[in-house]
């Protein structure tokens, strides 16, 4: 396992992590629809400058679901991943499949916090990523605009806890 960071990440204000969440969410909607068999999801990294937010790296889950949004945002961040808090739509991934899992990444990356709207109710996933988060030693924060999410997953979490696509009739 990588040297943990000795910086640590300042506490965001909660309003400042429901504007970046929702920033993040706006990003996972991108790709809406075109990523099965993964959830569109967005991801953020941000470093704080002084009171300020920096955001180095972005990304959202590519057409067909590979790759996840958190790899991309972490390789678009590079280096100064380090230290930082990851803004994440969903709980990141923690098994290994066509993909290295996500909570992984982030471990290795070295980064200090990571904000998540909910738990992936996928039962491969289902706490399993914020827990290895949490082991190694990274601060997680659950729930913020944990709503809006279930709103913008709600067609993955349909296909997982009930085996069909989530459909809205007018």
Same mark, same amino acid.
């Given at each position: 396992?990588?040297?943990?960071?000795? =910086?640590? /990440?300042?506490?965001? +204000?909660? =309003?400042?992590?429901?504007?970046?969440? &929702?920033?993040?969410?706006?990003?996972?909607?991108?790709?809406?629809?075109?990523?099965?068999?993964?959830?569109?999801? *967005? &991801?953020?990294?941000?470093?704080?400058?002084?009171? =300020?937010?920096?955001?180095? *790296?972005? *990304?959202?889950?590519?057409?067909? *679901?590979?790759? @996840?949004? =958190?790899?991309?945002?972490?390789?678009?961040?590079?280096? %100064?991943?380090?230290? %930082?808090?990851?803004?994440? #739509?969903?709980? /990141? !991934?923690? @098994?290994?499949?066509?993909?290295?899992? !996500?909570?992984?990444?982030?471990?290795?990356?070295?980064?200090?916090?990571?904000?998540? #709207?909910?738990?992936?109710?996928?039962?491969?996933? %289902?706490?399993?990523?914020?827990?290895?988060?949490?082991?190694?030693?990274?601060?997680?924060?659950?729930?913020?605009?944990?709503?809006?999410?279930?709103?913008? +997953?709600?067609? @993955?979490?349909?296909?997982? #806890?009930?085996?069909?696509? @989530?459909?809205?009739?007018?």
């Amino acid at each position: 396992m990588p040297a943990r960071s000795q =910086e640590s /990440p300042k506490p965001a +204000h909660p =309003e400042l992590d429901r504007r970046l969440m &929702a920033a993040a969410l706006r990003l996972g909607r991108r790709n809406l629809g075109r990523t099965y068999p993964n959830p569109a999801v *967005g &991801a953020l990294i941000v470093r704080m400058e002084g009171d =300020e937010p920096v955001v180095v *790296g972005r *990304g959202w889950t590519a057409e067909g *679901g590979r790759p @996840h949004a =958190e790899t991309v945002a972490l390789d678009a961040a590079g280096p %100064a991943a380090k230290g %930082a808090t990851a803004y994440v #739509t969903l709980e /990141p !991934c923690s @098994h290994d499949g066509r993909t290295p899992p !996500c909570a992984g990444a982030l471990i290795e990356a070295g980064v200090a916090r990571v904000v998540m #709207t909910i738990d992936d109710p996928d039962p491969r996933v %289902a706490g399993k990523g914020r827990a290895a988060l949490a082991a190694a030693g990274i601060a997680v924060t659950t729930g913020v605009l944990a709503d809006d999410a279930a709103r913008a +997953h709600a067609g @993955h979490i349909s296909r997982v #806890t009930r085996g069909r696509p @989530h459909v809205t009739l007018k």
